[in-house]
């Protein structure tokens, strides 16, 4: 009950806040200098055209005009087109989208699997040399942006050593399994193409690892201290002294409250994943959702910024309840507080 | 000392901290018998709780060290034990209920996960899923807190401090052990609700004749749960006698001051008599740890180390005015 009216709770403020989102990205597109149409039509284009086309997209109404049109087709599902593609937007982000999706979802698990697993060996073994290791690891990880070590990657295992792949999603004799999800690897997993599973996910490897260091690096640093915090506690003293195996105390009644901190900061490291992707993608030469999104941004395209923008925050918000689901479940002070408040 | 169920002998202890080297346990001597009921008496901070979690080798290590030091039950020394026969102590050996219940529960586990734990691997016998849980029910029962069956699908937030105290109160006593450690069990709840607490227990033990080592600030508390009496002072036992005794007749400049110092209704705090602070562990006196607060403090206990002397019928006191060259 107290997880049903948390999430009711949470999906509530979510709209709120997308809709913010909405408005303010909106203006911010409309408020940048330049003329988007004479921009997507050319400058060689005739006026008459030009009038016509901006007619068409109601940029000659007033802002809040505009805004309605644009809410009320979004509601429908309908985010306009873009003035490049002159396709629906709705298209293009399917087209584009699951690429992105599938490279930051593999980051994102290796950054919490291997961030974790550091961070509670270092925190096991504090003031050891592999705590040492790690707290080296983590000063490197969270000072360097992720585009230096994509960089450092493609040069070192792509070029010199050739073990990566340098670009794209798939090597060019591997034909494509019948697109699904859209994400090739889940699309090769379900039609039993296990060539391009196999090749599909080392292609991702750079790019992917490049993306998590990061984020892993501050996942083992917030988990290593509330590891060596919780292992002085007396709740963990009173189970070994009852006689409980001190490995079955470490894995479940150490593990369990010390994953809070690092599960709750997970959202916020997956946002900057979504954020740092622009750059990589561009690096790796992966044809995404955020390399669609900075053509967008350079061109002025308006409609597929507010989309870009919409969607990112919509992941944003979907990804933060989750964390907030596995933290409430984690954690029965949540439940127990949501479940007395209002 | 054959016979004896405990005996710690010599025990050091140091704590790394950022600022140095804390020289906590100075050589803790102590003997427990066979269904005798102990307490130990000292002020805030003077070592006892680090004590007893060297007894059950929980000492939270860094930053805690035993640097020296025997701690032998039934003759066996707990410190040299491989960690599958130190767990076979504890539990169903010794079980310790610890001074804060809310810090010694885990507050994301239900009381009924906890408990059940301690039952499955503290005991003696091993027994099945369903009479564990028939055990903690039954278990709760005894320390008389209502509906049992609710309370082990609870949190340790939906229970009052001293409900998580009985909780605490029925870990250890429901893997039986043959010496419980009642570490100043209720100093952290409702004065209302200490009493109720105490007496609990004290029936408990008595039930199952259990040998206890019962400690406390309150000296009233004391002349109430103990046989005999250990009082400790910044990191050694300073003076031990059996009660009668100790309160007739206590030796120690220490004890003297506490005895001075009990209130004479309530039963609360024990410093105020000697005037004086329990030193700095980082850089502590060379010599008798009591030296600076002590009105009989001569050249001798600047240098030297007093340890226990017997002085009389099973009286024991560690000051060199008892003592002859
Ligand atoms: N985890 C720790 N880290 C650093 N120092 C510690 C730690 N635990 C204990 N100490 C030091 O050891 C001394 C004794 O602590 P201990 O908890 O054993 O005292 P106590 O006699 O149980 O006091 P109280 O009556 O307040 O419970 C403290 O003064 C403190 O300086
Ligand atoms: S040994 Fe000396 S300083 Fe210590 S208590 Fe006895 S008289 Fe006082
Ligand atoms: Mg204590």
Redesign the interface.
């Known amino acids: 009950m107290g997880i049903l009216k948390l999430v009711g709770k949470r999906l509530v403020l979510s709209v709120f806040v997308l809709f913010g989102l909405s408005i303010l990205i909106f203006l911010i597109s409309r408020v940048l200098p330049g003329d988007p149409v004479r921009m997507a039509l050319g400058p060689r284009a005739p006026e008459w055209a030009v009038q016509n086309m901006r007619e068409q997209m109601h940029l000659d109404k007033p802002l809040y005009a505009q805004y309605y049109y644009w809410l009320s087709g979004a509601l429908r599902g309908d985010l306009g087109q873009s003035l490049f593609t002159r396709r629906a937007v709705v298209d293009d982000i399917k087209e584009f989208l699951p690429a992105t999706m599938e490279l930051v979802l593999f980051a994102g698990v290796i950054m919490a699997v291997f961030g974790i697993l550091l961070g509670a060996v270092a925190g096991r073994y ?2 050891t040399w592999v705590d040492n290791s790690v707290r080296i690891f983590s000063y490197v990880g969270v000072v360097t942006p992720s585009f230096v070590f994509a960089i450092l990657f493609l040069l070192l295992f792509g070029y010199v050593l050739r073990w990566f792949p340098t670009a794209g999603r798939l090597s060019p004799g591997i034909t494509r399994p019948q697109v699904i999800t859209g994400m090739v690897t889940l699309d090769a997993l379900v039609t039993g193409n296990f060539a391009a599973l196999g090749d599909a996910l080392w292609h991702m490897v750079l790019p992917a690892v490049s993306l998590a260091l990061g984020g892993m690096a501050q996942e083992a640093r917030i988990t290593r201290s509330t590891i060596s915090d919780n ?16 490995r ?1 105390v470490t894995l479940k ?1 150490l593990l ?2 010390s994953l ?1 901190p690092t599960v709750s900061i997970l959202g916020l490291d997956f946002a900057s994943l979504l954020g740092n992707a622009f750059l990589v993608e561009l690096i790796f030469n992966w044809p995404g959702f955020s390399r669609y999104g900075i053509n967008a941004m350079l061109r002025k395209d308006l409609n597929a910024v507010s989309a870009v923008v919409m969607v990112l925050g919509v992941v944003f918000v979907i990804v933060n309840i989750l964390v907030d689901l596995v933290v409430a479940g ?4 949540i439940r ?1 507080g949501a479940e007395r408040g209002k | 000392m054959t016979g004896a169920l405990l005996h710690v002998q010599g025990l050091k202890v140091e704590f790394k901290v950022y600022e140095g080297v804390l020289k906590v346990l100075n050589g803790v001597q102590m003997v427990v018998h066979e269904g005798e009921r102990m307490g130990l008496v000292g002020e805030a901070g003077c070592g006892k709780t680090t004590t007893m ?1 060297c007894v ?1 080798r ?3 290590s ?2 805690g060290k035993i640097t020296a030091g025997q701690i032998l039950f039934h003759g066996r020394d707990v410190l040299k034990m491989t ?1 599958h026969q130190v ?2 102590v ?3 050996g010794i ?2 209920i ?1 001074q ?1 219940p809310t ?8 009381i009924g996960d ?1 408990l059940m ?2 039952i499955k ?2 005991s003696r016998d091993s027994l099945g899923a369903r009479e564990v849980r028939s055990r903690a029910v039954a278990v709760l029962h005894e320390v008389q807190l209502p509906d049992p069956e609710r309370i082990l699908t609870n ?1 340790p ?2 229970l009052s401090g001293g409900m998580r105290q009985r909780v ?1 109160i029925a ?2 006593l429901s ?1 039986e052990p043959e010496l419980l450690i009642a570490d100043e069990p209720t100093t952290s709840l409702d004065v209302t609700i200490q009493d109720q607490i105490l007496r609990l227990l004290n029936a408990l033990v008595e039930r199952r004749s259990t040998s206890v080592i019962f400690i406390t600030h309150s000296l009233g508390v004391v002349r109430e749960m103990a046989d005999r009496v250990y009082v400790m002072y910044a990191g050694s036992i300073i003076e031990s006698a059996a009660k009668e005794e100790l309160f007739s007749n206590p030796l120690h400049p220490y004890t003297q001051g506490l005895m001075r110092a009990v209130p004479k209704l309530t039963g609360g705090g024990i410093a105020e008599g000697i005037p004086g602070r329990i030193p700095d562990y980082l850089n502590p006196p060379a010599g008798c740890r009591f030296q600076p607060r002590c009105p009989h403090a001569w050249a001798r206990c600047v240098n030297e180390v007093p340890t226990l002397h017997e002085v009389g019928q099973g009286h024991e006191v560690a000051c060199f005015r008892f003592q002859e060259q």
């Open positions: 504090s003031n292992l002085r506690k007396d709740y963990i003293a009173a189970a070994k002294g009852f006689g409980i195996p001190e079955f009644y369990k409250p809070i984690l954690d029965p002070r127990l | 979690k059950l929980i000492l939270p860094p930053p960690f767990q076979r504890r539990g169903r079980a310790m610890f804060d810090a010694a529960l885990n507050p994301v586990f239900t906890q734990s301690v691997y503290g949190y937030i939906q605490c870990m250890a893997t």
